[in-house]
Protein backbone atom coordinates (compact mmCIF):
# COMPACT_ATOMS: atom_id res chain seq x y z
CA UNK A 1 0.00 0.00 0.00
CA UNK A 2 1.66 3.63 -0.96
CA UNK A 3 2.49 5.89 2.12
CA UNK A 4 1.34 9.36 1.67
CA UNK A 5 4.67 10.45 0.79
CA UNK A 6 4.89 8.44 -2.18
CA UNK A 7 4.09 10.66 -4.28
CA UNK A 8 4.71 14.19 -3.06
CA UNK A 9 7.77 14.62 -0.54
CA UNK A 10 7.92 17.94 0.65
CA UNK A 11 10.59 17.46 2.69
CA UNK A 12 13.68 20.24 2.67
CA UNK A 13 17.05 19.99 4.77
CA UNK A 14 19.11 22.50 4.75
CA UNK A 15 22.78 23.40 6.37
CA UNK A 16 24.02 26.68 6.77
CA UNK A 17 27.62 26.76 7.84
CA UNK A 18 27.58 30.33 9.75
CA UNK A 19 25.28 32.01 11.50
CA UNK A 20 25.74 35.67 10.06
CA UNK A 21 24.70 33.95 6.39
CA UNK A 22 21.93 32.10 6.59
CA UNK A 23 20.31 34.77 4.05
CA UNK A 24 22.89 32.93 1.61
CA UNK A 25 20.21 30.42 1.13
CA UNK A 26 17.34 32.31 0.98
CA UNK A 27 16.17 35.55 -0.95
CA UNK A 28 16.00 38.56 1.04
CA UNK A 29 11.86 38.69 0.10
CA UNK A 30 11.24 35.10 0.02
CA UNK A 31 7.47 33.87 -1.00
CA UNK A 32 5.31 32.76 1.80
CA UNK A 33 6.34 29.27 2.25
CA UNK A 34 2.19 28.34 3.71
CA UNK A 35 -0.91 29.18 3.11
CA UNK A 36 -3.65 30.33 6.00
CA UNK A 37 -5.96 28.05 4.81
CA UNK A 38 -3.14 24.95 4.92
CA UNK A 39 -2.28 26.25 8.95
CA UNK A 40 -5.83 26.35 9.42
CA UNK A 41 -6.83 22.88 9.09
CA UNK A 42 -4.55 22.00 12.15
CA UNK A 43 -6.85 23.63 14.53
CA UNK A 44 -9.93 21.30 14.48
CA UNK A 45 -10.98 19.54 17.20
CA UNK A 46 -10.49 15.85 17.06
CA UNK A 47 -13.05 14.26 19.38
CA UNK A 48 -12.39 10.38 18.76
CA UNK A 49 -10.16 8.08 20.57
CA UNK A 50 -7.80 6.19 18.83
CA UNK A 51 -5.59 2.85 19.71
CA UNK A 52 -3.91 1.09 16.73
CA UNK A 53 -0.21 -0.16 15.95
CA UNK A 54 0.84 2.35 13.32
CA UNK A 55 1.45 0.50 9.99
CA UNK A 56 1.79 2.96 7.37
CA UNK A 57 5.89 4.16 8.19
CA UNK A 58 7.91 5.34 5.75
CA UNK A 59 11.97 4.52 6.69
CA UNK A 60 12.42 2.41 9.88
CA UNK A 61 12.01 2.93 12.90
CA UNK A 62 15.48 2.69 15.12
CA UNK A 63 15.13 -0.43 16.68
CA UNK A 64 17.59 1.01 19.60
CA UNK A 65 14.30 3.69 20.25
CA UNK A 66 12.66 2.30 23.24
CA UNK A 67 10.21 3.90 25.32
CA UNK A 68 7.16 6.13 25.65
CA UNK A 69 6.93 9.86 23.66
CA UNK A 70 3.62 11.68 25.92
CA UNK A 71 1.74 14.56 24.09
CA UNK A 72 -0.41 17.21 25.71
CA UNK A 73 -2.49 19.92 24.21
CA UNK A 74 -6.21 21.25 23.61
CA UNK A 75 -8.18 18.06 21.61
CA UNK A 76 -11.22 20.32 21.61
CA UNK A 77 -11.18 23.32 19.76
CA UNK A 78 -15.23 23.41 19.84
CA UNK A 79 -17.65 22.13 22.52
CA UNK A 80 -21.06 20.82 20.45
CA UNK A 81 -20.13 22.84 17.46
CA UNK A 82 -19.38 25.92 19.34
CA UNK A 83 -16.23 26.95 18.64
CA UNK A 84 -13.82 27.93 21.18
CA UNK A 85 -12.11 31.48 21.37
CA UNK A 86 -8.72 30.48 21.71
CA UNK A 87 -7.09 27.48 21.19
CA UNK A 88 -5.64 27.63 24.69
CA UNK A 89 -8.92 27.23 26.30
CA UNK A 90 -9.53 23.91 25.15
CA UNK A 91 -9.70 20.59 26.78
CA UNK A 92 -6.13 18.52 27.08
CA UNK A 93 -5.68 15.61 25.22
CA UNK A 94 -2.97 13.27 25.65
CA UNK A 95 -1.43 11.29 23.03
CA UNK A 96 1.09 8.39 23.64
CA UNK A 97 3.33 7.11 20.97
CA UNK A 98 4.78 3.77 22.53
CA UNK A 99 8.49 2.36 20.82
CA UNK A 100 9.50 -0.53 20.72
CA UNK A 101 11.30 -3.19 18.95
CA UNK A 102 10.77 -1.45 15.79
CA UNK A 103 7.46 -0.91 15.99
CA UNK A 104 5.37 2.11 17.00
CA UNK A 105 1.89 2.03 19.06
CA UNK A 106 -0.56 4.95 19.33
CA UNK A 107 -3.21 5.81 21.50
CA UNK A 108 -4.78 8.87 22.53
CA UNK A 109 -7.56 9.65 25.64
CA UNK A 110 -9.01 12.96 26.71
CA UNK A 111 -8.23 14.05 30.54
CA UNK A 112 -11.20 13.59 32.35
CA UNK A 113 -11.50 16.28 33.81
CA UNK A 114 -14.62 17.54 35.78
CA UNK A 115 -15.04 20.51 33.46
CA UNK A 116 -14.77 18.07 30.34
CA UNK A 117 -17.17 16.00 31.68
CA UNK A 118 -19.59 18.31 32.93
CA UNK A 119 -19.57 20.17 29.32
CA UNK A 120 -19.72 16.56 26.94
CA UNK A 121 -23.05 15.83 29.30
CA UNK A 122 -24.56 19.28 28.87
CA UNK A 123 -23.54 19.98 25.09
CA UNK A 124 -22.41 23.25 25.61
CA UNK A 125 -20.37 26.18 27.16
CA UNK A 126 -20.14 26.05 30.98
CA UNK A 127 -17.16 27.61 32.02
CA UNK A 128 -15.20 31.18 31.04
CA UNK A 129 -12.16 30.30 29.45
CA UNK A 130 -8.58 31.86 30.44
CA UNK A 131 -8.09 32.86 27.02
CA UNK A 132 -11.58 34.56 25.51
CA UNK A 133 -13.87 32.15 25.73
CA UNK A 134 -17.42 32.82 27.53
CA UNK A 135 -20.46 31.21 28.35
CA UNK A 136 -23.55 32.14 25.73
CA UNK A 137 -25.58 34.74 27.11
CA UNK A 138 -23.28 37.76 26.65
CA UNK A 139 -21.44 39.86 29.71
CA UNK A 140 -24.43 39.16 32.06
CA UNK A 141 -24.12 35.18 32.01
CA UNK A 142 -20.72 35.52 32.47
CA UNK A 143 -20.07 38.68 35.53
CA UNK A 144 -18.88 37.43 38.78
CA UNK A 145 -18.29 34.57 37.19
CA UNK A 146 -14.77 33.32 38.28
CA UNK A 147 -14.73 29.50 37.97
CA UNK A 148 -12.50 28.74 35.74
CA UNK A 149 -11.85 24.76 34.51
CA UNK A 150 -8.81 22.86 34.72
CA UNK A 151 -8.49 21.95 31.35
CA UNK A 152 -5.18 20.11 31.99
CA UNK A 153 -3.92 20.83 28.61
CA UNK A 154 -0.33 22.07 28.53
CA UNK A 155 1.81 19.22 29.76
CA UNK A 156 2.55 15.78 30.44
CA UNK A 157 5.20 14.30 32.54
CA UNK A 158 5.95 10.68 33.75
CA UNK A 159 7.97 11.05 36.88
CA UNK A 160 7.93 9.07 40.19
CA UNK A 161 5.49 6.42 38.61
CA UNK A 162 2.72 8.51 38.00
CA UNK A 163 1.59 10.31 34.66
CA UNK A 164 0.77 13.96 35.52
CA UNK A 165 -1.42 16.25 32.96
CA UNK A 166 -0.39 19.38 33.60
CA UNK A 167 -2.16 22.71 33.70
CA UNK A 168 -0.59 25.70 35.24
CA UNK A 169 -3.38 27.59 37.00
CA UNK A 170 -3.85 24.42 38.96
CA UNK A 171 -3.13 20.79 40.57
CA UNK A 172 -2.44 17.71 38.27
CA UNK A 173 -4.07 15.31 36.81
CA UNK A 174 -2.89 11.56 37.71
CA UNK A 175 -3.17 9.15 34.52
CA UNK A 176 -3.11 5.86 34.25
CA UNK A 177 0.12 5.40 31.85
CA UNK A 178 -1.46 1.87 30.13
CA UNK A 179 -5.01 3.21 29.69
CA UNK A 180 -4.59 6.85 29.69
CA UNK A 181 -7.74 6.70 32.37
CA UNK A 182 -7.84 9.77 34.29
CA UNK A 183 -7.39 8.28 38.22
CA UNK A 184 -8.19 11.62 40.34
CA UNK A 185 -5.75 14.83 40.86
CA UNK A 186 -2.50 14.85 42.92
CA UNK A 187 -1.76 16.25 45.88
CA UNK A 188 2.10 14.53 46.61
CA UNK A 189 1.01 13.18 49.25
CA UNK A 190 -0.63 16.60 50.33
CA UNK A 191 2.16 19.00 50.38
CA UNK A 192 -0.39 20.46 47.42
CA UNK A 193 -3.64 22.28 48.35
CA UNK A 194 -6.56 21.70 46.69
CA UNK A 195 -6.64 24.60 43.96
CA UNK A 196 -3.14 24.90 44.16
CA UNK A 197 -1.24 25.63 40.80
CA UNK A 198 1.60 23.44 39.81
CA UNK A 199 3.18 24.80 36.74
CA UNK A 200 3.45 23.18 33.59
CA UNK A 201 7.22 23.62 32.64
CA UNK A 202 8.96 21.80 35.55
CA UNK A 203 12.71 21.18 35.06
CA UNK A 204 14.52 18.20 35.07
CA UNK A 205 17.89 18.56 37.07
CA UNK A 206 20.06 15.66 36.28
CA UNK A 207 22.37 15.90 39.61
CA UNK A 208 21.12 17.64 42.41
CA UNK A 209 23.70 19.37 44.43
CA UNK A 210 21.35 18.66 47.95
CA UNK A 211 20.93 15.12 47.00
CA UNK A 212 24.23 13.84 46.82
CA UNK A 213 24.04 14.23 42.93
CA UNK A 214 20.60 12.51 42.69
CA UNK A 215 17.89 13.49 40.08
CA UNK A 216 15.26 16.07 40.70
CA UNK A 217 11.99 17.62 39.80
CA UNK A 218 11.92 21.32 40.18
CA UNK A 219 8.71 23.28 39.73
CA UNK A 220 6.56 26.71 40.12
CA UNK A 221 3.81 27.87 41.33
CA UNK A 222 2.59 31.65 41.03
CA UNK A 223 -0.38 33.50 43.08
CA UNK A 224 -0.01 36.57 40.92
CA UNK A 225 -1.67 40.16 43.37
CA UNK A 226 -0.81 43.69 43.72
CA UNK A 227 2.46 41.16 44.98
CA UNK A 228 3.14 37.86 43.86
CA UNK A 229 4.41 34.87 45.39
CA UNK A 230 6.36 32.71 43.66
CA UNK A 231 6.60 29.15 45.17
CA UNK A 232 9.48 26.10 44.33
CA UNK A 233 8.91 22.79 44.03
CA UNK A 234 11.72 20.09 44.43
CA UNK A 235 10.25 16.40 44.02
CA UNK A 236 12.68 13.41 44.13
CA UNK A 237 13.05 10.10 42.17
CA UNK A 238 9.91 8.47 44.08
CA UNK A 239 7.93 11.75 43.32
CA UNK A 240 7.62 13.51 46.57
CA UNK A 241 8.22 17.00 47.10
CA UNK A 242 11.04 17.44 49.51
CA UNK A 243 11.77 20.83 49.46
CA UNK A 244 9.21 24.07 49.09
CA UNK A 245 9.90 27.72 49.53
CA UNK A 246 8.06 30.78 48.83
CA UNK A 247 8.65 34.49 48.04
CA UNK A 248 6.67 37.23 47.60
CA UNK A 249 7.64 39.92 44.82
CA UNK A 250 6.24 43.05 43.85
CA UNK A 251 4.25 43.62 41.43
CA UNK A 252 1.58 41.47 39.17
CA UNK A 253 3.21 38.41 37.72
CA UNK A 254 2.24 36.35 34.41
CA UNK A 255 5.09 33.73 34.10
CA UNK A 256 4.78 30.83 31.84
CA UNK A 257 8.22 29.18 32.04
CA UNK A 258 11.56 29.32 34.37
CA UNK A 259 15.04 27.61 34.45
CA UNK A 260 17.30 26.09 36.82
CA UNK A 261 20.89 26.06 37.77
CA UNK A 262 22.40 23.89 40.52
CA UNK A 263 22.23 26.76 42.33
CA UNK A 264 19.43 28.70 41.48
CA UNK A 265 15.93 29.15 39.98
CA UNK A 266 15.47 32.33 37.32
CA UNK A 267 12.17 34.02 36.56
CA UNK A 268 11.79 37.05 33.69
CA UNK A 269 8.67 38.67 34.92
CA UNK A 270 6.98 40.25 31.68
CA UNK A 271 6.27 43.60 31.69
CA UNK A 272 2.78 43.07 31.97
CA UNK A 273 -0.07 45.08 34.01
CA UNK A 274 -4.01 43.27 35.04
CA UNK A 275 -6.87 45.51 35.07
CA UNK A 276 -9.10 42.56 36.33
CA UNK A 277 -12.48 45.39 36.64
CA UNK A 278 -13.47 43.88 32.45
CA UNK A 279 -13.37 39.98 33.86
CA UNK A 280 -15.38 41.07 37.10
CA UNK A 281 -17.92 42.34 34.80
CA UNK A 282 -18.00 39.40 32.54
CA UNK A 283 -16.88 41.42 29.57
CA UNK A 284 -13.52 39.57 28.67
CA UNK A 285 -11.62 36.87 30.14
CA UNK A 286 -8.47 36.92 32.30
CA UNK A 287 -6.22 36.93 30.05
CA UNK A 288 -7.66 39.56 27.75
CA UNK A 289 -6.88 41.77 30.90
CA UNK A 290 -3.12 41.59 30.31
CA UNK A 291 -1.18 44.27 28.40
CA UNK A 292 2.07 44.57 27.73
CA UNK A 293 3.63 47.88 28.90
CA UNK A 294 6.45 48.45 26.41
CA UNK A 295 8.73 50.75 28.14
CA UNK A 296 9.07 49.48 30.98
CA UNK A 297 12.17 46.51 32.21
CA UNK A 298 11.82 43.02 32.29
CA UNK A 299 12.58 42.21 35.90
CA UNK A 300 14.56 38.88 36.25
CA UNK A 301 13.99 37.16 39.55
CA UNK A 302 17.26 35.31 40.73
CA UNK A 303 16.09 32.94 43.73
CA UNK A 304 18.66 30.99 45.65
CA UNK A 305 17.92 27.26 45.35
CA UNK A 306 19.18 26.17 49.03
CA UNK A 307 18.72 29.70 51.03
CA UNK A 308 21.76 31.01 53.16
CA UNK A 309 21.82 33.22 56.55
CA UNK A 310 24.23 35.90 55.03
CA UNK A 311 22.79 36.17 51.74
CA UNK A 312 19.18 37.99 50.76
CA UNK A 313 16.25 35.52 50.01
CA UNK A 314 16.28 36.50 46.01
CA UNK A 315 17.31 39.58 43.88
CA UNK A 316 15.77 41.40 40.99
CA UNK A 317 17.62 42.36 37.97
CA UNK A 318 16.60 44.45 34.97
CA UNK A 319 16.79 43.93 31.23
CA UNK A 320 15.08 45.52 27.97
CA UNK A 321 11.73 45.00 28.02
CA UNK A 322 9.94 42.55 25.87
CA UNK A 323 7.88 39.20 26.40
CA UNK A 324 9.57 35.87 26.75
CA UNK A 325 7.26 32.49 26.95
CA UNK A 326 9.91 29.80 26.85
CA UNK A 327 13.65 29.87 27.94
CA UNK A 328 15.83 26.90 26.54
CA UNK A 329 18.44 26.54 29.36
CA UNK A 330 20.83 28.39 31.60
CA UNK A 331 23.84 27.55 33.26
CA UNK A 332 26.65 29.59 35.78
CA UNK A 333 30.02 30.60 34.85
CA UNK A 334 31.62 32.50 37.85
CA UNK A 335 29.43 35.15 39.21
CA UNK A 336 27.27 35.00 35.61
CA UNK A 337 24.36 33.41 34.94
CA UNK A 338 23.66 32.59 31.18
CA UNK A 339 20.34 32.27 30.06
CA UNK A 340 19.15 31.48 26.34
CA UNK A 341 14.97 32.66 25.40
CA UNK A 342 12.88 33.35 23.07
CA UNK A 343 12.06 36.82 23.11
CA UNK A 344 8.87 38.09 21.59
CA UNK A 345 9.57 42.37 21.11
CA UNK A 346 5.30 42.65 22.06
CA UNK A 347 2.86 40.29 23.23
CA UNK A 348 0.06 39.73 20.62
CA UNK A 349 -3.68 40.39 22.30
CA UNK A 350 -6.42 38.36 22.13
CA UNK A 351 -9.05 40.69 21.17
CA UNK A 352 -12.90 39.97 22.09
CA UNK A 353 -14.21 39.61 18.87
CA UNK A 354 -10.86 38.13 16.62
CA UNK A 355 -10.55 34.70 15.08
CA UNK A 356 -7.01 33.29 15.98
CA UNK A 357 -7.45 30.85 12.57
CA UNK A 358 -7.03 34.40 11.01
CA UNK A 359 -4.14 35.34 12.82
CA UNK A 360 -2.07 38.16 10.09
CA UNK A 361 1.96 36.94 10.87
CA UNK A 362 3.32 39.75 8.95
CA UNK A 363 1.49 42.33 11.81
CA UNK A 364 3.29 40.10 14.70
CA UNK A 365 6.83 39.90 15.96
CA UNK A 366 8.50 37.00 15.61
CA UNK A 367 9.84 34.90 18.45
CA UNK A 368 13.63 35.28 18.41
CA UNK A 369 16.76 33.07 20.27
CA UNK A 370 18.20 35.70 22.48
CA UNK A 371 21.45 35.08 24.96
CA UNK A 372 20.92 37.08 28.11
CA UNK A 373 24.34 37.30 30.70
CA UNK A 374 23.47 37.81 34.47
CA UNK A 375 26.15 39.29 36.10
CA UNK A 376 25.41 38.55 39.58
CA UNK A 377 27.63 41.07 41.32
CA UNK A 378 27.04 44.39 39.37
CA UNK A 379 24.11 43.24 39.40
CA UNK A 380 23.70 44.18 35.32
CA UNK A 381 22.48 42.55 32.21
CA UNK A 382 23.28 42.52 28.70
CA UNK A 383 22.18 40.31 25.98
CA UNK A 384 22.61 39.48 22.93
CA UNK A 385 20.72 37.81 19.17
CA UNK A 386 21.63 34.76 18.74
CA UNK A 387 19.14 34.10 15.60
CA UNK A 388 16.67 36.33 14.03
CA UNK A 389 14.42 33.03 12.72
CA UNK A 390 11.28 33.13 14.06
CA UNK A 391 10.91 30.15 16.42
CA UNK A 392 9.26 28.82 19.14
CA UNK A 393 9.20 25.19 21.60
CA UNK A 394 13.18 24.47 22.23
CA UNK A 395 14.48 21.54 23.58
CA UNK A 396 17.81 20.40 24.50
CA UNK A 397 19.63 16.93 25.90
CA UNK A 398 18.31 16.15 29.24
CA UNK A 399 21.58 16.20 31.17
CA UNK A 400 22.81 19.53 29.83
CA UNK A 401 19.49 21.15 32.16
CA UNK A 402 21.36 23.66 34.01
CA UNK A 403 24.21 23.42 32.66
CA UNK A 404 26.61 24.85 30.04
CA UNK A 405 25.91 23.11 26.55
CA UNK A 406 26.42 23.02 23.13
CA UNK A 407 23.45 21.98 20.94
CA UNK A 408 19.52 23.03 21.42
CA UNK A 409 17.05 22.70 18.48
CA UNK A 410 13.37 24.29 18.58
CA UNK A 411 10.88 24.58 15.83
CA UNK A 412 11.25 27.62 13.37
CA UNK A 413 9.87 29.24 10.76
CA UNK A 414 10.50 27.71 6.90
CA UNK A 415 12.23 31.28 5.84
CA UNK A 416 15.02 32.37 7.65
CA UNK A 417 12.87 36.70 7.30
CA UNK A 418 9.94 37.67 8.90
CA UNK A 419 7.20 35.63 11.37
CA UNK A 420 5.27 32.76 10.17
CA UNK A 421 4.06 29.59 11.52
CA UNK A 422 6.63 26.55 12.36
CA UNK A 423 7.77 24.34 9.65
CA UNK A 424 10.66 23.59 10.51
CA UNK A 425 12.37 21.99 13.18
CA UNK A 426 16.26 23.99 13.68
CA UNK A 427 19.62 22.95 14.79
CA UNK A 428 21.88 25.50 16.56
CA UNK A 429 25.38 24.47 17.01
CA UNK A 430 25.94 27.21 19.24
CA UNK A 431 29.67 26.78 19.71
CA UNK A 432 30.59 26.64 15.89
CA UNK A 433 27.42 28.56 14.76
CA UNK A 434 26.19 25.72 12.34
CA UNK A 435 22.92 25.29 11.89
CA UNK A 436 20.77 22.57 9.83
CA UNK A 437 17.46 23.00 9.16
CA UNK A 438 14.79 20.03 8.34
CA UNK A 439 11.69 21.72 6.84
CA UNK A 440 8.12 20.02 6.30
CA UNK A 441 6.98 23.39 4.38
CA UNK A 442 5.27 24.23 2.39
CA UNK A 443 1.85 21.80 3.63
CA UNK A 444 3.80 20.56 6.79
CA UNK A 445 3.51 22.84 10.41
CA UNK A 446 5.22 21.73 13.16
CA UNK A 447 4.77 20.81 17.01
CA UNK A 448 7.50 20.71 19.48
CA UNK A 449 10.65 18.73 19.05
CA UNK A 450 11.71 15.90 21.45
CA UNK A 451 15.39 14.94 22.30
CA UNK A 452 15.60 11.19 22.94
CA UNK A 453 18.99 10.79 23.62
CA UNK A 454 20.56 6.91 21.95
CA UNK A 455 21.16 4.46 25.12
CA UNK A 456 24.64 5.00 26.20
CA UNK A 457 25.81 7.76 24.06
CA UNK A 458 28.73 10.53 24.89
CA UNK A 459 28.01 12.52 22.51
CA UNK A 460 25.75 15.74 23.29
CA UNK A 461 23.69 15.66 20.14
CA UNK A 462 23.91 11.73 19.68
CA UNK A 463 20.20 10.74 19.09
CA UNK A 464 16.87 11.34 18.14
CA UNK A 465 14.66 14.15 17.56
CA UNK A 466 10.94 13.37 17.77
CA UNK A 467 7.92 15.42 16.61
CA UNK A 468 4.43 15.65 15.00
CA UNK A 469 3.98 17.23 12.31
CA UNK A 470 0.70 18.43 10.52
CA UNK A 471 0.28 17.12 6.76
CA UNK A 472 -2.44 19.58 5.72
CA UNK A 473 -2.48 18.00 2.10
CA UNK A 474 -4.11 14.51 3.81
CA UNK A 475 -5.38 16.10 6.57
CA UNK A 476 -3.68 13.75 8.74
CA UNK A 477 -0.74 14.06 11.15
CA UNK A 478 3.45 12.38 10.80
CA UNK A 479 5.26 11.05 13.91
CA UNK A 480 8.62 12.24 12.23
CA UNK A 481 11.71 10.71 13.60
CA UNK A 482 15.29 12.35 12.71
CA UNK A 483 18.57 11.92 13.32
CA UNK A 484 20.05 14.40 15.64
CA UNK A 485 23.51 14.44 14.24
CA UNK A 486 22.52 14.85 11.06
CA UNK A 487 19.14 16.30 9.54
CA UNK A 488 20.64 16.46 5.83
CA UNK A 489 19.97 12.40 5.98
CA UNK A 490 16.50 13.61 6.00
CA UNK A 491 13.64 11.91 8.50
CA UNK A 492 14.63 8.60 9.42
CA UNK A 493 10.86 7.88 9.96
CA UNK A 494 8.09 9.05 9.41
CA UNK A 495 4.88 7.26 10.91
CA UNK A 496 1.42 8.34 9.31
CA UNK A 497 -1.51 8.43 11.70
CA UNK A 498 -4.75 7.39 10.60
CA UNK A 499 -5.89 11.19 11.59
CA UNK A 500 -5.17 14.55 12.53
CA UNK A 501 -3.64 15.80 16.15
CA UNK A 502 -5.01 19.16 16.99
CA UNK A 503 -1.46 21.61 17.43
CA UNK A 504 -0.55 20.49 20.86
CA UNK A 505 1.85 22.32 23.59
CA UNK A 506 4.19 20.43 25.59
CA UNK A 507 5.51 16.59 26.23
CA UNK A 508 8.21 14.49 27.37
CA UNK A 509 9.47 11.01 26.56
CA UNK A 510 10.26 8.38 29.30
CA UNK A 511 12.60 4.89 28.55
CA UNK A 512 9.51 3.56 29.94
CA UNK A 513 6.23 1.03 28.11
CA UNK A 514 3.19 1.13 29.05
CA UNK A 515 1.82 -2.31 26.26
CA UNK A 516 0.57 -4.77 28.09
CA UNK A 517 0.81 -7.09 25.01
Not at 11 to 28: D, G, H
Not at 99 to 113: D, E, L, P, S, Y
Amino acid sequence: MPTRYESSNHEIRCNFKNMNTLETQENQNPAKSYTLEDWQGGYESLSQEFDYWIDDIEGQIPPELQGTLFRNGPGLLDVNGKRLHHPFDGDGMISRISFTKGRAHFCNRFVQTSGYLAEKKAKKILYRGVFGTQKPGGWLANAFDFKIKNIANTNVIYWGGKLLALWEAAEPHRLDPHTLETLEKEYFNGVLSTGEAFSAHPRFDPSCKQDNDAPCLVNFSIKPGLSTTITIFELNPAGEIIRKQSHKVPGFCFIHDFVITPNYCIFFQNPVEFNPLPFALGICSAGQCIKLIKNKPTQIIVIPRISKAETPNFKILEAQSGFIFHHVNAFEVGDEIVIDSICYESLSEVEPNSDYRKTDFDTNSPPQLWRFHLNLKENAVQRQLIDSRACEFPIIHPNNMGRKYRYLYIGAAHNQTGNAPLQAILKVDLESGDRQLWSAAPRGFVGEPIFVPRPNSQQEDDGWIIALVYDAEYHCSDVVILDAQDFLKGAVAKLHLKHHIPYGLHGSFTPEIFLDS
